[in-house]
């Protein structure tokens, strides 16, 4: 087997970002409630900017100052209450699960992928995307949790 090359790599990026994006709108189309609706059409566009980033990365124009970085806590949760069954129509607190699962796997791969970087501009940008990664986790977790534990009148 060959050599993996930065592009290759790139390319994978790319391609799990367009594979999130028509997830999100999969899962989209299987609930009813227009805040799941909005907040999966959110979360897709979310996933196909960054692969817009990656593909402006790879033709040269961007840097890895392409994105911030946040402190991001991960509360764990898909982790504690596991990832639902994607049915024909889903529960509006389970999309938040399967997205959150979604979004630690995207996590995990951008991780990976700068740990095993030289330090450069490479690595700087998989860190990146692995914190809006996490950042993204960790709103669909808070998500989930509204959505599973709603505030009642009682406090």
Known sequence: MGKVTIGDVLAQAITREEVAHDLYLKL???????????????????E????????????GELGAEALGVDKVVDGKVVEALGTPA???????????LIAAEREKASYE????????????AIKTLFFRLAQEELGHKEK?????????FPQTAGG
Not at 110 to 116: G, N
Not at 140 to 148: H, I, K, Q, S
């Open 48 to 59: 196909w900017r960054h692969k817009e980033i990656l593909e402006r990365y790879q033709r």
């Open 86 to 96: 994607m049915t024909e129509k889903l529960e509006h607190k389970d999309v938040f």
């Open 140 to 148: 669909v977790e808070y998500l989930y949790c509204n959505a599973a």
């Open 28 to 46: 989209r189309d299987k609930v009813d409630d227009a805040v799941s609706k909005d907040t999966l059409a959110f979360m897709a566009s979310e």
């Open 109 to 120: 791969f951008y991780k990976r992928l700068a740990a095993v970087q030289p330090e450069g």
